[in-house]
């Protein structure tokens, strides 16, 4: 292929291969601010400064997953309404169905013994 003479050397192309330069891990004693509050709390803090602790933490995951929750017991209590009211429709069904085929059925059985009645009636 033929190169572009708008092509500019200082970008990379994809035959390239870029190396990324290497980054060391901290020593020791230059740990990370949050493992040092760490290392502190547990050298220094009294059980009830721990317990204050706690309570801030579980009162704040509490908080966090009220929502969450609130989200998953709705969602629980629709499924088992749907459920059911699936259910109850299911059998109030089938008892309608039954009532009715047996409504029909003397219906139908009523109308035959009227019509033989009103037949007989003309035959004689």
Request: glycine share 6%; hydrophobic share 40%.
């Amino acid at each position: 292929m033929s190169q572009n003479s708008s092509f500019d050397p200082s970008i990379p192309v994809l035959t390239e291969v870029v190396v990324e330069p290497v980054t060391s891990s901290p020593a020791p004693e230059q740990a990370a601010p949050a493992e040092q509050l760490e290392r502190r709390a547990v050298e220094r803090w009294t059980g009830e400064e721990w317990s204050v602790l706690e309570r801030r933490v579980t009162e704040r995951i509490l908080q966090q997953l009220q929502g969450r929750i609130d989200f998953v017991i709705e969602q629980r209590l629709r499924d088992g309404i749907a459920e059911a009211v699936n259910g109850a429709l299911q059998g109030f069904t089938g008892q309608l169905r039954a009532n009715l085929e047996q409504t029909i059925g003397e219906v139908v059985t009523q109308a035959v013994a009227q019509e033989i009645s009103h037949l007989q009636t003309l035959g004689k």
